[in-house]
């Protein structure tokens, strides 16, 4: 049974960077294009970032030029640096394959103050 684990999240001042990791369990789930999710209060999950297993790179319009996301296959897990967040970043943030499977971590909490 694959699982997914990400970490990294927290409270952090708008202009501020944090780095987000996602471990998955089953090293075969890591040969998708793998993405970063978020899910603000009310609002429906969004993709954020995606990459692919040769390491193709696409953003949402939302976080190009702020956010960077990488991926090490040796290790299964994939990254997402935030640098420069903003109030609106605020989210539950999840890793899932591109296009998501129903296999959802818990996620992790990014919170930017104003």
């Known amino acids: 049974q694959v699982q997914l684990v990400e970490s990294g999240g927290g409270l952090v001042q708008a202009g501020g960077s944090l780095r987000l990791s996602c471990a998955a369990s089953?090293?075969?789930?890591?040969?998708?294009?793998m993405a970063w999710y978020r899910q603000a209060p009310g609002k429906q999950r969004e993709w954020v970032a995606w990459?692919?297993?040769?390491?193709?790179?696409v953003y949402a319009d939302s976080v190009r030029g702020r956010f960077t996301i990488s991926r090490d296959n040796a290790k299964n897990t994939v990254y997402l640096q935030m640098n420069n967040v903003k109030p609106e970043d605020t989210a539950v943030y999840y890793c899932?394959?591109?296009?998501?499977?129903?296999?959802w971590g818990q996620g992790t909490q990014v919170t930017v103050s104003s």
């Open positions: 899932n394959r591109r296009p998501p499977s129903s296999l």
């Open positions: 089953g090293s075969g789930y890591m040969l998708n294009i």
């Open positions: 990459i692919s297993s040769g390491g193709i790179t």
